[in-house]
């Protein structure tokens, strides 16, 4: 039987296998996942863990003779085996064949593995685990899944989060679920009401760099060049997270956008409407479509996956918006 990590607690609710494979690089659901099974298998009775590291051949005769070591007034146990890779070797095949095949009722194998690859998934101790238990396959979440993935955390820490916030959240976190959930973890003590909001989010920032950001997209909606670089250069040397002044500068952007369709922001934000009020008097002049793009490069340049300074395109970027002639934009990018 194959298992996700979303599938896992129904499949646990109804029943529980004698043995379950845990295999994947994510940690934070890895982990979550194999902690699913244990708490489920202490409600059945199986009281007793013991875990074995496999690290060498020499360490599955081990693991053989505790299997077998088991009085007849023993406790129920997990035996939870930690591989260090998806290749046990000929002796953990024919050792983990031989424990399954078994089918002792007062033993339940915990495996834990990471990610394997095609040549690992066909080998004949995985399909051992999928005739007598269950493989939990657990799949990173890639970019374009991971605010779908915070709402649902929210919704398990009866928090309210914005799209907005979730936005801001997945630019911090990605790539690091463990990171988002203790971000997450810590918005549910700032948040007593349960909403989480951009200014939530950014309260678990140093103050100085909170206001600055803010202060940042304010300026580029009022087209000061100077002041938003000043903004820019200071947020550098502060050591800020460059993944929070390309919120600032994409929510501006996205902000000016949807001005221009007559979304505006509520009366209770006046100095925002006023801010905005200014870029859309330039709006006609800005190439959306050309900074859309600079934007997304920045990000992976953040990111790593592009060669580049994302800070000197940061500036570029908001002296763009700024509504900066190209000339002038470089001389004040080079200036940082």
């Known amino acids: ?10 499949h646990l609710g109804e029943r529980l296998l004698p043995a379950y494979l845990v295999s994947g690089d994510e940690p934070l659901l ?21 875990v074995h590291f ?14 077998a070591n088991l009085s007849l007034f023993a406790a129920r ?11 046990p070797g000929t002796a953990g095949n024919a050792a983990l064949i031989a424990l399954l095949e078994a089918r002792d009722p007062d033993t339940l194998f915990l495996i834990l593995t990471p990610r394997l690859d095609r040549d690992a998934q066909g080998a004949d101790w995985v399909r051992s685990v999928e005739a007598h238990g269950a493989w939990v ?21 009866k928090l309210e989060a914005s799209e907005e916030a979730l936005e801001l959240l997945a630019a911090r976190t990605e790539g690091n679920l463990l990171a988002a959930h203790q971000e997450l973890t810590q918005l549910a003590l700032l948040a007593p009401d349960g909403r989480v909001t951009p200014d939530t989010v950014l309260a678990g920032v140093a103050d100085s760099a909170r206001f600055d950001v803010f202060g940042l997209g304010e300026a580029v909606l009022k087209g000061e060049a100077a002041r938003a670089l000043r903004v820019l250069a200071g947020l550098r040397a502060e050591g800020t997270e460059p993944t ?14 949807s001005a221009r369709g007559g979304d505006r922001p509520p009366a209770s934000q006046q100095r925002h409407r006023a801010a905005l009020e200014q870029a859309l008097r330039r709006a006609s002049r800005l190439p959306f479509a050309a900074l859309a793009l600079r934007a997304a490069r920045v990000d992976r ?22 509504g900066q002639p190209p000339a002038s934009r470089l001389r004040r990018a080079r200036a940082m």
Do not use: N, Y
């Not at 496999?54 to 299997?67: L, M, N, T």
């Not at 580049?308 to 763009?320: E, F, K, P, T, V």
């Open 1 to 10: 039987m194959k298992l996700t990590s979303d599938s896992l607690a129904t």
């Open 30 to 50: 890895a982990a979550e996942a194999a902690d699913a099974v244990r708490t489920r298998a202490r409600g059945a009775g199986f009281t007793q863990r013991e």
């Open 54 to 67: 496999i690290e060498r051949a020499a360490d599955w005769d081990e693991v053989r003779a505790s299997a």
């Open 77 to 87: 146990r997990v035996m939870e085996i930690r591989l260090a890779s998806g290749r």
């Open 137 to 157: 396959q657990i799949w990173p979440v890639d970019s374009h899944r991971l605010v779908a993935w915070l709402k649902g955390r929210c919704r398990r820490l």
């Open 244 to 257: 929070l002044v390309l919120w600032a500068l994409s929510r501006a952007l996205r902000d000016v956008w």
């Open 301 to 322: 340049m953040i990111k790593g996956r592009v060669a580049g300074d994302a800070w000197d395109q940061l500036a570029l970027l908001a002296a763009d918006i700024c």
